[in-house]
Structure formats: C-alpha cells, structure tokens
C-alpha cells in the first residue's frame, strides 16, 4: 500500500497563495493516480483535483477553476497542489490521495495525514 506524507498549508490571507506536496511510498506502481479532497467543518469531504500519471489529464471541482492547479513530479514521486486567489470558503483540511485510477480516486486507494488550510478574510 502506497503511503502518503504531505507538507505546507496553513493560515492565509484571502486572496494569497499556498502550495502543498505530497510525496508518495510503498507500492506506487498500482497508486498511479493522485490527487486532493478537502473537507471542511461540518461538511462531507469532497473532491478537489485529480491528476492522471503522465500529467496528461487533470480535473478539478468546478469551484477551484482556474485558481488551483495540480501537477505532479513522477521522479520524486511527489503531487502538487497550487492554490491561488484563496477564499475564505476554501478553509478546511485537505487530504491526498492515491490509487489505481482518476476515476475511483477517494473510493479507494490511500489518503494522506491532512493538512489544514484557513483562509482570513
């Protein structure tokens, strides 16, 4: 199983960025896929991005276009979530994950420790 460690976040001011990464172990080879979900308080978690192994195909929640952007580095094993023009409504922990595909990212697979973001007004 494919473990997950992830780095940055924090506090913020609204409209400021923030970047985190997440550095994939284990037996990477059936996690290929990776991504990020957040839940914030009160709420169910949901699906934030996606990204295929190549890099190729990326996705995201309707609500982070354009300002997120997600990539990743196959030789560090690593994803990346860049997250600019933050609102406050992006404050909540957010998790990564790993498995076999984009298209059952967050069913199954493996989750990072989460890191929470708060974003000030």
């Known amino acids: 199983q494919v473990q997950l460690v992830e780095s940055g976040g924090g506090w913020v001011q609204a409209g400021g960025p923030l970047r985190f990464s997440c550095a994939a172990s284990g037996s990477t080879s059936s996690s290929s896929a990776m991504g990020w979900f957040r839940q914030a308080q009160g709420r169910a978690r949901e699906f934030v991005a996606a990204i295929t192994w190549s890099g190729s195909s990326t996705y995201y929640v309707d609500s982070v276009k354009g300002r997120f952007t997600i990539s990743r580095d196959n030789a560090q094993n690593t994803v990346y979530l860049q997250m600019n023009s933050l609102k406050p409504e992006d404050t909540a922990v957010y998790y990564c994950?790993?498995?076999?595909?984009?298209?059952?990212?967050?069913?199954?697979?493996?989750w990072g420790q989460g890191t929470q973001v708060t974003v000030s007004s």
């Open positions: 994950a790993a498995g076999p595909s984009t298209r059952t990212l967050g069913t199954s697979g493996s």
